[in-house]
């Protein structure tokens, strides 16, 4: 029997040939798989796209939290060591340097020619104070063995002072500061408080080669009285030294930074290119345009990235522009029994802040009031542009109006001679930071 015959004789059923999947059936299937991988890739598009957004905005706004963490810590110290306020905005303790680039003449760089320069429109915040090293006590009671002016009859032009390791109470004093800047021959700014109180002071220079550091346990320094830029400092008055400070309880070594927005570009030197400003750090010998140590480096210590505008605002207790009994809670930030707080007005103009509105500030309306606040806002944009996305219009932070070339190109850009779409520079995030600092010890 064959093998067809048998197969139908055991049951099995019996087929002309094999069927597999028709033309249109593979067609349909190919059609649904590729569209199942459009979709998947266009929500793998997505996903890459809203990690590069949110990537972006993190950045920035990790930028500007560490340009305020490192800016407010040196702020609110400003004044430590004895240093009064002064007369704002261009005081002892702190000094502003308002809307750069804005008035006939101003200067735009950080320093003397040569040194870096300044985002035109932005703020400069110059702080002083002992920041960074011990306020010494000095024996006050030691008579001329202690401290010594020369000549002791007539106006003095140099002196002597001894610091010990230990106050005349016992309490331990590093001398490390003091004696590092002898032997490096630095001429630092020392303030001296007088020992009859806080109201007289001024501030000398250090003269490392009348001075001696040899006995770790009592340092003598001298230090020159002259009209340098040094003797501006001084309770009575520029150039001045105070008549009754004859004898000092405390001395520390004055720091100098200033906070601005260095400009600078993705093409170094093409200011056509994009802008790609920081938020930077300079330390300079107090009132002086002369970097610290002597180091031009020290113009430009960059705190934090893509930081495009610094303004400050200063809150000062002016009872002139106070307004109507029974209107203060309304603007009022801080109690005051007096004049019922630091009051701020809704456009900034007529209040109590320095520097929080478009109109011209006169400091002559803010003379003689005591500072309490200083507002800093820190303006930052995301490091890449977003082509679906636009921004809202930047029209002004504080006192700033984006009408400088620097602040269009906020709102529009070309880059070399490729004129982009008007609307370039809305197409990054922009982000501000405001922190209200009080001011500890100039209250």
Not at 2 to 30: D, K, M, Y
Not at 277 to 304: C, E, F, H, M
């Amino acid at each position: 029997m064959s093998e067809t015959n048998a197969a139908s004789a055991a049951g099995f059923p019996r087929t002309s040939r094999q069927r597999g999947f028709t033309i249109i059936e593979v067609t349909v299937s190919l059609i649904v798989t590729v569209i199942v991988l459009l979709g998947v890739l266009a929500l793998f598009d997505f996903s890459n796209k809203l990690t590069r957004v949110q990537t972006n905005i993190s950045d920035m706004q990790q930028s500007m939290r560490v340009a305020q963490t490192d800016s407010v810590r040196l702020i609110r110290m400003a004044g430590r060591g004895g240093l009064p306020v002064g007369n704002l905005p261009d005081g002892f303790a702190i000094s502003v340097r308002n809307n750069v680039g804005k008035k006939v003449g101003d200067t735009l760089t950080i320093g003397d020619a040569g040194t870096p320069e300044v985002v035109h429109g932005s703020d400069v915040l110059t702080v002083r104070g002992v920041f960074s090293t011990p306020i010494y006590q000095l024996n006050s009671a030691g008579g001329t063995a202690s401290f010594s002016l020369s000549p002791a009859v007539g106006t003095p032009t140099s002196g002597t002072l001894h610091i010990n390791s230990t106050t005349p109470t016992g309490i331990p004093q590093d001398l490390t500061a003091i004696t590092d800047a002898i032997k490096k021959n630095r001429p630092e700014a020392l303030i001296l408080v007088s020992a009859q109180g806080s109201d007289t002071w001024a501030v000398v220079e250090l003269d490392p080669g009348n001075s001696d550091a040899s006995n770790p346990a009592d340092i003598k320094v001298g230090f020159k009285i002259s009209a340098n830029s040094y003797s501006k400092f001084s309770s009575a008055g520029a150039g001045v030294y105070p008549a009754t400070l004859t004898s000092a309880a405390f001395v520390g070594i004055l720091e100098e930074y200033r906070f601005y927005v260095r400009r600078t570009f993705e093409i170094a030197g093409n200011d056509k290119s994009e802008m790609s400003p920081k938020l930077s750090r300079a330390r300079a010998y107090p009132g002086t345009q002369l970097p610290w140590d002597g180091k031009d480096d020290n113009w430009q210590v960059d705190i934090a990235d893509n930081i495009f505008d610094l303004q400050v605002a200063l809150g000062l207790d002016t009872a002139a522009k106070d307004p109507a009994a029974g209107a203060c809670a309304a603007g009022t930030i801080a109690s005051d029994d007096v004049n019922c707080g630091i009051y701020e007005s809704a456009d900034g103009e007529g209040d109590d802040w320095m520097y929080n509105g478009e109109k011209t500030t006169d400091p002559a309306l803010f003379a003689n009031s005591d500072l309490y606040y200083i507002r800093i806002s820190t303006l930052a944009r995301t490091d890449r542009p977003d082509p679906n996305y636009t921004a809202p219009t930047l029209v002004r932070v504080e006192d700033n109006v984006y009408d400088t070339d620097d602040g269009q190109k906020l709102n529009t850009l070309n880059i070399g001679t490729t004129p982009l779409d008007g609307t370039y520079g809305l197409m990054f995030r922009r982000r501000i930071l405001r922190t209200v600092i009080d001011m500890r010890n100039l209250g």
